[in-house]
């Protein structure tokens, strides 16, 4: 079970041995909703539909859910200000006419959590509507998550 909570900026993991492990986050700078468009991040019950990038590099950059092959590199130019580094958990709703299907559609939004170029502002609200988080610490989750697991986000 993973529970995010964007007042603190924080989510947290908890294993099937009870065990909980807490990371930092980064989520939208919009605020919080589920409108398609509104690059806001999306409340509620969720699942992990899809891992991505199980043996791709650290710093690894997808595009549309692909490795590119390039790992980033702090001193070369990219065209994107939103980078998806390391890992994708890719998240849906499962809330229909809330976050899930319609015009509120959290998978068809391509919410994930994953890693980001942007590692100095996880902790404060800055992202483009996903979960960010340090690439070593998506990395960690991965490992600990399995397709199907709960996500609540929690305001």
């Not at 468009?37 to 950059?61: N, Q, W």
Request: glycine letters at 10%; proline letters at 1%.
């Amino acid at each position: 079970m993973i529970n995010i909570f964007i007042q603190n900026q924080t989510l947290e993991h908890i294993g099937k041995n009870g065990l909980s492990t807490i990371f930092s986050i980064s989520s939208s700078g919009r605020g919080l909703g589920q409108i398609k468009g509104s690059y806001c991040t999306p409340l509620g019950e969720h699942i992990v539909r899809a891992k991505i990038g199980m043996d791709v590099p650290k710093y690894g950059i997808f595009k549309a859910r692909r490795w590119t092959g390039d790992v980033w590199n702090k001193n070369k130019h990219y065209d994107s200000n939103d980078l998806i580094l390391s890992r994708i958990l890719w998240l849906s709703g499962t809330q229909l006419g809330f976050n899930r299907l319609g015009n509120v559609d959290t998978m068809q939004r391509f919410i994930y959590i994953h890693g980001t170029h942007e590692e100095d502002k996880i902790g404060q609200a800055a992202s483009h509507g996903c979960i960010r988080m340090l690439n070593d610490d998506v990395i960690s989750l991965f490992q600990l998550v399995s397709i199907g697991e709960r996500v609540l986000i929690n305001e």
